[in-house]
C-alpha cells in the first residue's frame, strides 16, 4: 500500500475518533499537543488503527506513535 494511501486512511481514523474534519488533521500533528487527544482517546486511536488496516499493535510500540506522520511510517512499515 503507499504511504499518501496510509496517510489518507490514517487521517480518517484521526479525524472520526477526534471528531473534526480531516481537513484539520496536519501531517506533522501531534495527537495529544495539536489536536488536544486525551488518554481515552489515545487508546481509541490505537484501535482504530488495528480495525481499519487489519492490524496488531504492539502496546509498546503503539506508545511511541505521538503524531500523525509517526502513525503513518509504523503502519506503512508493518503493512510492507
Known amino acids: 500500500m ?10 480518517s481514523v484521526v479525524a472520526k ?6 481537513n484539520q488533521v496536519a501531517n506533522d500533528a501531534n495527537f495529544i ?8 482517546q489515545s487508546l481509541e486511536l490505537v484501535a ?3 480495525e481499519e488496516f487489519g492490524i496488531e499493535m504492539d502496546e509498546d510500540k503503539a506508545l511511541r506513535i ?5 502513525a503513518v511510517q509504523f503502519i506503512a512499515g508493518y503493512l510492507n
Do not use: H
Not at 503507499?2 to 487521517?11: G, H, I, M, N, Y
Open 33 to 40: 499537543f495539536d489536536l488536544g487527544a486525551d488518554s481515552m
Open 48 to 50: 482504530g488503527f488495528e
Open 2 to 11: 503507499e504511504k499518501a494511501d496510509v496517510r489518507e486512511r490514517v487521517k
Open 17 to 22: 475518533v477526534l471528531k473534526m474534519d480531516i
Open 66 to 70: 505521538q503524531t500523525v506522520e509517526d
